[in-house]
């Protein structure tokens, strides 16, 4: 049985002039019937599944639908059609700075981080140490967070949410975080991560990664779904050939190999 | 089977708890880190209050009601952890929107987070208020016991609103400046420094439709009159504060998807 299971999975968003305005604006345009939101589809009719192990890239441009489909899978938000189902611990890191408190310390911080990922207070009492090892900011631990470089928030981020084994790892273009020797780390760790078998899905712009660690890519354009398949190689190929406007969306051909 | 049932139930507990513990900390830190004076004046804030109360109204009311003092602080505690456990609870949800729009957290936490700040503080207000009790000669009586009942109901009331309120308040941003009027005109309507027996019968029915005017009812009666509030007085609160409580879970249970799409 497969480790995750997307099935006809369309997201939406709503958009229009609806959001910032108060009830008083709300009633009036109303009335006047100038309310108006309107469905957008960030994602349509997606599917695909995952074995235990599986190491898929998501490719596709700006606006494609990537990070939705992702917030999707972690549980951030609903399909709105279609399902998805998983098996086990699902780890991600989407966006890794975003809801940090500048006005608490280090400390404090990583403890509230470790509470947000659904940890423990035993688990984070016992990994505190390693993980501001690992993020190298000993001497930062009774700063307040706003003194850190962005550098340093990320390499706390990633510290804390790799922490753990997942069965599923879900990352967003975050494969690079932190200066050149904390890269390094950070892939290693990640590494380790993914060899310990965990089901992986990447986002990223750089096709070198994506070909040289991936065994399935997922290749979406505005919300559709181009390709599935495990050929990479063409996959990618065809991608650049894409981006490059050498070759139009209907002529892919890696579309032919769907799941 | 079963076991495997618990063990994550258990798991998920914790988790919640040990989320709930640091965000209780979290709002504390950043409440209280930047006034000098910190908690010391969120104890301060309602005295001053009280006493610039009891100096005007004196001239009206002192003569007719006995314990005048103890009467005002009956109602202005009850009023003011309503007041501010509604006002801090409502921007909660918008608050925390970094996190829970990039992260699976259960949203309600935030908000019974923050409540559980505003309780704190009213227990501690709700001390000196026994002090107070006691300097202005109030005969303590096991009664005083049931007093539990209202603070109990009144925090379950207190976390219903603060839902409903933190929910809207994504939707319809002019809530706040709504809500700030909204207590102004309920303050009057509390009977915080006047007895509404000076009313005709109609309108003193009139005051029973206000939630907050029965927790203050049932504080006076214990504290002031030594007397066992009604039957009805009991179900009246305790029904309230369900309904609120249910009325603003059901909206977070409905919406829950829905909030993202706001921020
Ligand atoms: N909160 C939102 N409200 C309305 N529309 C949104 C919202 N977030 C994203 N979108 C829209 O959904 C579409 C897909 O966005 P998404 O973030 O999934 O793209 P992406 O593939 O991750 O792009 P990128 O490579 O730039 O990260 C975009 O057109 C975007 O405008
Ligand atoms: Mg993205």
Redesign the interface.
Known sequence: MSIIEVHNVSIR??KGN?????????IIRKIRGTYHVEDFWADKDINFSLENGDMLGIIGTNGAGKSTLLKAI?????PTHGYIRHEGRIS?L??LT??F?D??TVR?NT??R?????????F?NKKYDEIIQFAELEEFQAHLFSQLSSGMKSRLAFSVASLIRPDILILDEVLSVGDGAFRKKSEAKMMEIIRGGATTLLVSHSLDQVRSLCNKILWLNKGQQIAFTKNVREACDQYEAFLDGNLDISEVTARKELN | MLRQKIQTYTLKIKQNQFLFEELVKRDFKKRYARTALGMLWSILNPLLQLLIMRLVFTHFFADRIPHYTTFLFSGMIVFNYFSESTREGMTTLIDNAPIFSKINVPKYLFLFAKNAQSWINFVLILGIYFVFCALDHVAFTWKFLMLIFPVVCLAVFNIGTGLVLSALYIFFLDIKYFWGIFLQLLQYVSALFYQIDTFSPAIQKLFYLNPIYLYIAYFREIVLYGIIPSLTLHIAILAEALLVFFLGVWIYKKYNWEFLYYI
């Open positions: 968003y709503k609806f959001k910032d305005i108060g009830l008083k604006d709300y972690s549980g951030v938000m609903e991600s989407l966006e975003g809801g408190d006005a608490l404090e403890f509230l470790g509470a947000f990922l659904g940890y423990t207070r035993q984070m």
